[in-house]
């Protein structure tokens, strides 16, 4: 299967101890909404996901109407893996306003619960809101070939490449799903992307290229994918 995008903490370290020093003087200054919702965005980028729960909880017991507020909240419930929880606050947050992120963040926590006809509703709201949400053009891909909708995959991950052809996750999903529909030549030349823009399995991929450059004879590695 292909990974989706989801969230995760923040891990440098310098930046880390920014953020600590910054908590630890902000903690007395903390006394209405703005300040304890300010104080859970510091808390959810440190990773220290039970401070920014109460936090946001803080926050909108002030002023129940923080559509920030309740957004975060879910972020943090979905970081903590608690997706019902966390679908709850981000619906809280579309009752005052459609946000493609909240929709996004639904979309993701019902393609954890493996409820992919739901997550792939979410996803496509999400980007008929905002149509320059790559995120949610990359999850559908996921959600498609999962399914086994390899083509409608192909088709969400081309839309994904076309508005950021730099997005290495983007082109080596669109690898795997195109390597599954024995579309060798796009597989390589979609793998020979992620590699030039910096995927992480960098190692892996060159790996599974040499493999396929046994299959294909005209791909020159220089070409953008072009389908």
């Not at 030039?196 to 220089?222: A, C, Q, R």
Request: net charge positive.
């Amino acid at each position: 299967d292909i990974p989706i995008h989801h969230y995760g903490a923040v891990r440098d370290r310098e930046f880390k101890k920014k953020k600590e020093k910054y908590l630890e003087l902000g903690k007395i200054k903390l006394g209405n909404a703005k300040s304890f919702y300010e104080f859970g965005l510091q808390n959810k980028e440190l990773g220290r996901l039970d401070e920014a729960e109460k936090a946001f909880i803080e926050a909108i017991k002030m002023d129940d109407k923080s559509i920030g507020a309740y957004y975060n909240l879910g972020v943090v419930y979905e970081m903590q893996k608690k997706y019902d929880e966390a679908i709850a606050q981000y619906k809280k947050a579309l009752s005052f306003e459609k946000h493609s992120d909240a929709l996004f963040g639904i979309g993701v926590c019902f393609f954890k619960k493996d409820n992919l006809k739901e997550a792939a509703g979410y996803f496509e709201e999400a980007a008929k809101i905002n149509p320059f949400n790559v995120k949610a053009y990359i999850n559908l891909g996921a959600v498609y070939e999962k399914e086994g909708s390899y083509k409608k995959a192909i088709n969400a991950l081309r839309n994904a490449v076309e508005l950021n052809p730099k997005n290495a996750k983007a082109y080596f999903n669109l690898a795997i799903v195109c390597e599954k529909e024995k579309d060798f030549r796009n597989a390589v030349i979609a793998y020979s992307k992620a590699v030039e823009f910096g995927h992480e399995k960098k190692e892996e991929i060159i790996k599974e290229i040499n493999e396929l450059k046994n299959l294909v004879t005209d791909v020159d590695y220089s070409y953008s994918v072009g389908m």
